[in-house]
């Protein structure tokens, strides 16, 4: 089975050095990942700010004393002029960095950020995405339809042509004192009238029987979701988080993330931090960046 670089890497067009700025305060790890990313023909990095880089490393700085407010309203600029891509951005995820990709969001009602962690199942190789794992602490049935279409939006980038997802909740069957539920819920019934997109969305299903047919069978549940899931919606970002992290900690599985809803793709790394899962959120956030070339 190819690693999840490659995965990832093989579903990109084949457009080279797309421009990605650089923000945040020195990472090595991350500044390895953009080094090879470059050396692959995958982007031409922008350092927007001050990274300590010898000269014959010959990566373009944009250097500022305005600070990461004044370094963010430049990003803003150049990617609206289309000099720049996508971003990347080191450190934390901090208040000032959500209300910056807030402005990145489309002008829409209907628009939110999320976030999806992404991996490959150890049954055949195929990907897999949770969501919402960073942004959406208690998402309620408007956010979960905008989570929904932004990781549908990234399934097909990874040529899933009609994503299946399970709209989980702690029990299959619809409770009107478990809020989770009615959404899931209301979710399938959209799906259901084509107000998802092309997506095959089924809920609530408990993890039992998303990922076992026979046991949503032997609990009723006929539909094609269960046992080849691709996007999990999870009800909140505790369950979310706490199932990504356990997925990449304690089965030592490789994962990707991305920032998603955004016009413009914004590469974060809230995990391992290594040069590895770097390049895979690269590779990923490139995926997103060819639609705006």
Known sequence: MKNLISAISDRLSGKKDLPIGILGPYDNSAFKAILK?????????????????????????????????????QAWKMLKAGTLLALLHTGLLDQGLLSFIGALLPKDNNAAASHVTLFRSLKGGRFILFTDTLFNRTPGLREKSCIVLNAAQL????????????ALAPIEIVNPSIPSTIDAAALAKMSERGQLGNVILEGPLAMDNAE????????????????????????????ALLSAQFVSLACAIPTAECILGTMWPVVINSGTGSVESWLCNIALGLLLAEDTT
């Open 37 to 73: 990313a470059r050396e692959a023909g995958w982007i031409t990095p922008v350092i927007l700010g001050k990274w300590p880089i010898e000269p014959e490393k010959n990566i373009e700085q944009l250097a500022t004393d305005t600070g990461i407010g004044g370094i963010r309203q």
């Open 212 to 239: 076992s047919s026979d046991a949503a069978i032997h609990k009723g549940i006929l539909s094609p979701v269960p046992g080849d899931v691709d996007i999990y919606l999870f009800p909140d970002l505790e369950s």
């Open 155 to 166: 399934a097909r980038k990874l040529r899933i042509r009609e994503p299946k997802v399970a």
